[in-house]
């Protein structure tokens, strides 16, 4: 590999260009430095979360193509991305897995990471479980590298517990009846990947509850509209088999 002329300075200046081109914040800019744990050692740029690596050996490529011969590239992720990856993992499974058996492990949630563009919470939902899930992990002790403990702890937990006690993001109407009336399979199917009760199911359950709480039977009539359409599209595919073809 031929020398390149001032090129710590020049691989530094495409690290910032690339950075304010992605509109990363500081913490999470793009660093170009030696990576003393490559063999031979060779510069490399690093960063945390943002675009991929795909993305950014493009877009590199369009600034100082001299400057990047042999240069490597290593995005690496915060526990939040990790915590990210993991609920939609879950959430996001084969519905034919069995539910008490689901789970992401650290190797998943990479290869999940590997393939988002943005690997940050797409709401503030999504953030709250997030930095719950990372907080939760804390009791774990691991070897494997960062998001291992915070896989382990949505594995073992499931994600119902994220949306539980002080400070958890609000339930709708259909989450809270899921909570409170789901058994068997429907429960094990939410508690593990937040995959709530159909309106249809809810609905029947607060109606067979003599006790049911002013709070759930409120949500249970909030449903009235989403189960009027689907009763009417239902009424719609029998009055089909009647007509005549």
């Known amino acids: 590999m031929a020398a390149v002329a001032r090129r710590a300075e020049r691989l530094r200046k495409v690290a910032w260009s690339l950075t304010e081109q992605y509109e990363l914040p500081l913490d999470r800019q793009i660093e170009a430095r030696i990576d003393d744990y490559a063999r031979p050692k060779r510069w490399t740029f690093f960063w945390w979360d943002g675009p991929t690596e795909t993305q950014v050996r493009r877009a590199a490529a369009k600034l100082d193509k001299d400057a990047l011969d042999g240069v490597g590239y290593q995005r690496e992720y915060s526990y939040i991305a990790y915590a990210v990856a993991a609920i939609r993992f879950l959430r996001e499974g084969d519905p034919g897995e069995d539910p008490f058996r689901a789970g992401v492990s650290v190797y998943d949630a990479r290869r999940l990471l590997d393939a988002l563009k943005n690997p940050g919470p797409s709401d503030e939902r999504e953030h709250a479980m997030a930095e719950r899930l990372v907080k939760a992990s804390e ?97 719609a595919s029998l009055q089909a088999r009647l007509d005549p073809a």
């Not at 499931?158 to 989450?175: F, H, K, T, V």
């Not at 809810?202 to 009027?228: M, W």
């Open 139 to 235: 009791r774990h002790s691991s070897a494997f590298g960062d998001g291992d403990s915070i896989c382990r702890e949505a594995t073992e937990k499931g994600l119902s517990p994220l949306l539980r006690g002080e400070g958890a993001p609000p339930l709708s109407p259909i989450e809270m009846l899921t909570e409170r009336y789901a058994s068997g399979r429907a429960s094990a199917v939410w508690m593990r990947r937040l995959i709530p009760m159909t309106a249809l199911e809810a609905f029947a359950a607060v109606q067979a509850d003599a006790k049911a709480s002013p709070e759930h039977v409120a949500a249970a009539l909030s449903l009235l509209p989403e189960l009027h359409v689907a009763l009417d599209a239902a009424a």
